[in-house]
C-alpha cells in the first residue's frame, strides 16, 4: 500500500513540469490526482503517464466559469479533496516601459485570480486537515529587470498564501505556498525562443549559489509536504531555489 492510499488530489496546471512531477509522485504512492491544463494533448499525454488513478480535464485556469466546472466535477469524482495544488500559472517577460495592459491582465488573470477563485471553489470540499498548497516565486522577494507584472501577481500569491490560511484555519485546513527557482521546468521554452531559453537557463544556473537549477522532482516533494506532512505549518512560503532568496 503506497503512502496516499486513498487520499484524492487535485493539481492545477499538472500537465507539465512540477505540476506533472507532483502529479506523479502522488500517484506512484497511491494518490487518486486529477490534474488540469488548457491543451488537451498534453493532459492526454499526461495521463497516459500517469495511469488508472489519474484524471485530467481541461480547464482554464483564468476562466471562472471553468474553474466552477472544475469544482463540480471533483465534487463528482471524488466527493472530497485531501489536498489542492493551486499551481497552473505563466510567465511574461517585458520591460517596465514596455508591459502592455494585455499582458499585465493575462498575468493577473492567470497567476492571481486563478489560484484565488480556484482555492474558493474548491474549499468546500476539502477535508478537515486538508493542505492547499499554491505556487509563488523568488521574484516576490527579488527586484529582477523584466519581470515586474509577473512578479507583482506572485507576491499578490503570497499575501493570499496568509489570509488564506487564516480564513481556513477553523476548518484546520492549512494553506502553504512553495516559491521554486531557477527550476528547468519547460516554461521558459514556452515563453521564448528555445536558444534564448538555453542562455537565460544557463545565466540562472551560474548566478545560483549551487550553480546549477532546480528539478521538477524536488518541487514536488517540496510540494507533497507542505500538503501532507507539515501539520503544523500554515501561513508559510517554503523555497525550494538553491538558497538564492536568502544567500
Same mark, same amino acid.
Given at each position: 500500500?503506497?503512502?496516499?492510499?486513498?487520499?484524492?488530489?487535485?493539481?492545477?496546471? +499538472?500537465?507539465?513540469?512540477?505540476?506533472?512531477?507532483? %502529479?506523479? !509522485? #502522488?500517484?506512484?504512492? $497511491?494518490?487518486? =490526482? *486529477?490534474? @488540469?491544463?488548457?491543451?488537451?494533448?498534453?493532459?492526454?499525454?499526461?495521463?497516459?503517464?500517469?495511469?488508472?488513478?489519474?484524471?485530467?480535464?481541461?480547464?482554464?485556469?483564468?476562466?471562472?466559469?471553468?474553474?466552477?466546472?472544475?469544482?463540480?466535477?471533483?465534487?463528482?469524482?471524488?466527493?472530497?479533496?485531501?489536498?489542492?495544488?493551486?499551481?497552473?500559472?505563466?510567465?511574461?517577460?517585458?520591460?517596465?516601459?514596455?508591459?502592455?495592459?494585455?499582458?499585465?491582465?493575462?498575468?493577473?488573470?492567470?497567476?492571481?485570480? +486563478?489560484?484565488?477563485?480556484?482555492?474558493?471553489?474548491? %474549499?468546500? !470540499? #476539502?477535508?478537515?486537515? $486538508?493542505?492547499? =498548497? *499554491?505556487? @509563488?516565486?523568488?521574484?516576490?522577494?527579488?527586484?529582477?529587470?523584466?519581470?515586474?507584472?509577473?512578479?507583482?501577481?506572485?507576491?499578490?500569491?503570497?499575501?493570499?498564501?496568509?489570509?488564506?490560511?487564516?480564513?481556513?484555519?477553523?476548518?484546520?485546513?492549512?494553506?502553504?505556498?512553495?516559491?521554486?527557482?531557477?527550476?528547468?521546468?519547460?516554461?521558459?521554452?514556452?515563453?521564448?525562443?528555445?536558444?534564448?531559453?538555453?542562455?537565460?537557463?544557463?545565466?540562472?544556473?551560474?548566478?545560483?549559489?549551487?550553480?546549477?537549477?532546480?528539478?521538477?522532482?524536488?518541487?514536488?516533494?517540496?510540494?507533497?509536504? #507542505?500538503?501532507?506532512?507539515?501539520?503544523?505549518?500554515?501561513?508559510?512560503?517554503?523555497?525550494?531555489?538553491?538558497?538564492?532568496?536568502?544567500?
Amino acid at each position: 500500500m503506497g503512502k496516499y492510499e486513498g487520499r484524492n488530489v487535485v493539481i492545477t496546471g +499538472g500537465s507539465s513540469g512540477f505540476g506533472l512531477a507532483t %502529479a506523479q !509522485l #502522488l500517484v506512484d504512492e $497511491g494518490a487518486r =490526482v *486529477l490534474i @488540469t491544463g488548457r491543451n488537451r494533448t498534453a493532459l492526454d499525454a499526461a495521463r497516459d503517464r500517469l495511469g488508472g488513478n489519474a484524471v485530467a480535464v481541461r480547464s482554464d485556469a483564468a476562466s471562472l466559469p471553468d474553474i466552477e466546472a472544475l469544482a463540480d466535477r471533483v465534487k463528482t469524482r471524488f466527493g472530497t479533496v485531501d489536498a489542492l495544488f493551486a499551481n497552473a500559472g505563466v510567465n511574461g517577460f517585458a520591460p517596465f516601459e514596455e508591459t502592455s495592459e494585455e499582458l499585465f491582465d493575462q498575468l493577473m488573470a492567470v497567476n492571481a485570480k +486563478g489560484p484565488y477563485f480556484t482555492v474558493q471553489k474548491l %474549499a468546500p !470540499l #476539502l477535508a478537515e486537515d $486538508g493542505g492547499v =498548497v *499554491l505556487t @509563488t516565486s523568488v521574484v516576490n522577494v527579488l527586484g529582477l529587470p523584466m519581470l515586474s507584472a509577473y512578479a507583482a501577481g506572485k507576491a499578490a500569491l503570497r499575501s493570499m498564501t496568509r489570509s488564506l490560511a487564516r480564513e481556513l484555519l477553523p476548518r484546520g485546513i492549512r494553506v502553504n505556498a512553495v516559491s521554486p527557482d531557477p527550476i528547468d521546468s519547460g516554461i521558459l521554452e514556452k515563453s521564448m525562443p528555445r536558444q534564448a531559453a538555453e542562455q537565460t537557463k544557463a545565466q540562472m544556473a551560474a548566478d545560483n549559489p549551487m550553480l546549477r537549477l532546480d528539478t521538477p522532482a524536488e518541487v514536488a516533494r517540496a510540494v507533497v509536504f #507542505l500538503a501532507f506532512e507539515a501539520t503544523f505549518t500554515t501561513g508559510a512560503e517554503l523555497a525550494v531555489d538553491g538558497g538564492g532568496s536568502q544567500l
